[in-house]
């Protein structure tokens, strides 16, 4: 059959139909293998988890539709075997790790609309020598690498038990695309810390709008995080001067909307008084300032001290929800 038949049979063919038509003979699967992506049909997945579970020794990929119908494909190590729907394959002398990454790079190729989200679990198996599924972040970083393309994607998520796997990922998702990072622990270590350097140099870092994480943060430069309109982050302490670093810049921002900051001890109360004058109280042992923001009436800057636990909450709110009696300090008036 000549080529340009073949094109356009693909051309008028689904994501589903083409990858029917890659098992009719290996001269057709050839074909499309060697096809320009552009010349391939849109998957149009809304979300991809990429998940290795170390209680069941497998790899899990979930492709998930709009309508939240999805294709999940596991990869047993134990069996050596990949299983789709009711069918079972089993693979004698390759890699279950391999056969997972030469999946998912096929796919790969026809998703070309911006998935929602683009969601990563990986659990500890350093200590299972035995296994190979402890390898999966090294080589679906050589795949992304591969991959010549960034995935562009709206939400990059990964719970994981070993901060070092976060970057073997990271730097494929489209910063033009991102809009929110989460990066959560597994396996218990949400009292786990972390240097956020190495990520905060990242371009993902620089323009996503919103970040969570649920690590402990080591050698938090607050201008690192202060371009997030909506953050969520564990930290040791802070400094009254950090503080207020970050009360300057959310008072001038128009996108900003919340922030909590979660501390284990926090000592500078004082400090903090000095700089913002008296905390408004309503019997709670929450303090609480209000500050009006420079770009808009409508918009006060609220920041809260809870002391148990010990948390600061940064968020705007309507002038009608200040409490009766708190005093609204201007914008430069500390």
Known sequence: MPELVMEKIIEFSDFKAVLTLRQVCRDFRNFIDDLNDSKLPDSKFAKIEIVSD??????????????????????????????????????????????AIRDLELILKFQKSTLKR????????????DSSVHTLPIKLSNLFHGLGRKIKTRKFIINTSDTSQIMTVLPFASPEALETLKLYALDGVEKKEVEIDEFAKTEQWKKAERMDCGFRVLNLKVEDICHFSRLYIKVPSIT?????????????????KNSVFNLMVFNEIEEITDL?????????STHSWYFRTKNSK??????????????????T??????????????????
Do not use: M
């Open 54 to 99: 170390k209680k069941e020794n497998e790899i899990i990929l979930d492709f998930v539709n709009s309508d939240n119908s999805y294709y999940r494909i596991e990869y047993s190590e134990t069996e050596n075997s990949r299983k789709f729907q009711e069918t079972t394959k089993l693979f004698q002398n390759s890699n279950i790790v391999d056969v």
């Open 118 to 129: 683009l969601f990563f679990s990986f659990q500890h198996f350093q200590l299972q020598n």
């Open 240 to 256: 009254a001067r950090d503080l207020d670093f970050l009360r300057k810049t959310y008072i001038s921002s128009s996108k900003f």
């Open 276 to 284: 913002w004058g008296a905390a408004f109280t309503t019997g709670s």
């Open 298 to 315: 409508e918009k006060i800057l609220l920041i809260e001290f809870c002391p148990i636990p010990q948390v600061f909450f940064f968020k």
């Open 317 to 334: 709110i309507r002038p009608n929800f200040v409490w009766t009696g708190a005093i609204v300090h201007d914008y430069d008036e500390h």
